[in-house]
């Protein structure tokens, strides 16, 4: 097992017969262990393939019905879930420690013997695909968030979490199609195990012993998993929506820590723009939250959405058309100001403080540390070591910040937009380059 690196979160990794895991022997009565398999939207062959993986999870395996898990689960008192990114589907039990053995058993159990039947697929699984297109076609903010994926990268990350309302889902996801994708989606080099509150030689134990007969990738999965290295595009989308208004403007990013084009400035960058406040009664420090107190009808957040070769780093704006529409002009103003150095020390070290505080608390979060853990062992062969990346953010200069805002400004932007469109401005409009 490789020594672990400095820190109390800091994970210790192995390899189980190709089966690459980490743990991480953190104080408590739980344990969470979770299984990262790099088959989110961004790989899945067809529309709906990566939500089919993440809904027939803990449907019913060769050995055990739907109802005998959900039993013995109860009568252990664990949890079970699943979720799907844009890079990842993600399978998990959350449970008391000593249950150890029997969930990990589990886990490997589901992805390597769920049976994908026809009558499952067409009463549940389907139907709760149709619940979340109708939920995305009511978000205006999920519309543009995907949207200005799709602006941004095309293909690849570039496809909806979920499928729009009218994606021919029927014509492509039947229950063989997915099983032969679950095949190559849960094969033993294109995925990770990752505990939480495990005991370092006992979770290699069990992993010794429960997943060392996963498959390897058979040769017609290897040209789906082909990681093709993601190209920033940009533009602009419009859409006409009425019942609500959304704004998402976009630049390139960083990459995730365990990625190869990581970039820390942009993380400053995004805890500078901000928009919302972490302080009670206060409009806080970051640029935008007080560039926009005349704006009350809109509401704004900055995120750094990072991923294994790429990032994209966006402002979501929503509330009023009037209002999103002033509070757009201000967006681009202060990234203009930030590119000509006009931002104080002392604001400087707050957005540094913060963003360090934000990389250090989303890798103690369970589904965000688990998920970058899992798919850094699985793109890089690295896990997320949250003490390197906070060390890295520490060191990010002031002139690296300048330099980072002039270029995204000065190059090509994403902007996408939901709402009444008659009111709602068009990039060149609030000054952009698309």
């Not at 589901?110 to 994908?116: A, E, G, N, P, Y």
């Not at 940009?234 to 990625?259: K, Y």
């Not at 150095?341 to 505080?357: C, H, I, Q, T, Y």
Request: glycine share 10%; aromatic share 8%; hydrophobic share 40%.
């Amino acid at each position: 097992m490789a020594a672990a690196a400095s820190g109390s979160f800091s994970y210790e990794t192995g390899d189980a017969s190709g089966v690459k895991y980490a743990s991480r022997n953190l104080p408590g009565p739980t344990t969470t262990v979770a299984v990262v398999a790099r088959a989110g939207t961004r790989f899945q062959p067809l529309p709906g393939f990566s939500e089919g993986l993440e809904k027939f999870a803990f449907k019913g395996t060769e050995r055990r019905s739907q109802l005998r898990i959900c039993r013995e689960s109860e009568l252990l008192g664990g949890r079970l879930f699943s979720y799907h990114t844009r890079e990842n589907v993600v399978l998990g039990a959350k449970f008391l420690s000593d249950d150890l053995p029997y969930f990990t058993e589990l886990l490997s159990e589901v992805i390597s013997q769920t049976k994908f039947t026809r009558h499952e697929l067409n009463e549940e699984v389907l139907p709760n695909i149709k619940l979340a297109q109708k939920r995305l076609l009511g978000q205006t903010s999920d519309l543009a968030i995907n949207s200005a994926h799709g602006i941004a990268f095309h293909r690849g990350l570039g496809q909806p979490l979920h499928p729009t309302s009218s994606a021919p889902l029927t014509k492509y996801l039947n229950n063989e199609l997915l099983q032969q994708f679950a095949k190559v989606a849960y094969a033993k080099n294109n995925l990770a195990v990752v505990a939480n509150g495990a005991d370092a030689s006992e979770f290699s134990k069990w992993m010794k012993e429960f997943f060392s007969d996963i498959s390897s990738m058979p040769e017609q999965g290897a040209e789906i998993f082909k990681v093709i290295q993601t190209k920033y595009h940009g533009g602009e989308e419009r859409i006409a929506h009425d019942s609500g208004n959304s704004m998402v403007v976009a630049f390139p990013g960083s990459s995730s820590f365990t990625g190869g084009f990581w970039k820390p400035e942009v993380a400053v960058l995004a805890s500078l723009l901000g928009g919302e406040t972490s302080i009670k009664w206060s409009p806080g420090f970051s640029l935008l939250s007080k560039a926009t107190e005349a704006f009350p009808g809109a509401h704004i957040s900055t995120t750094n959405a990072t991923y294994s070769d790429a990032g994209l780093l966006y402002i979501l704006l929503t509330g009023t058309a009037g209002d999103i529409r002033s509070a757009s002009q201000e967006v681009v103003n202060k990234i203009k100001s930030i590119a000509a150095g006009e931002v104080s020390n002392e604001d400087f070290k707050k957005a540094v403080a913060a963003a360090k505080f934000k990389a250090l608390d989303a890798g103690q979060n369970l589904n965000i540390g688990l998920e970058a853990t899992g798919a850094g062992l699985v793109s890089g062969g690295k896990a997320h070591q949250i003490d390197e990346a906070s060390k890295s953010i520490e060191k990010v200069s002031e002139s690296q910040l300048k330099t980072i805002a002039k270029t995204l400004i000065e190059g090509k932007a994403t902007v996408a937009t939901v709402g009444d469109l008659y009111q709602l401005p068009y990039a060149e409009e609030i000054g952009l380059r698309i």
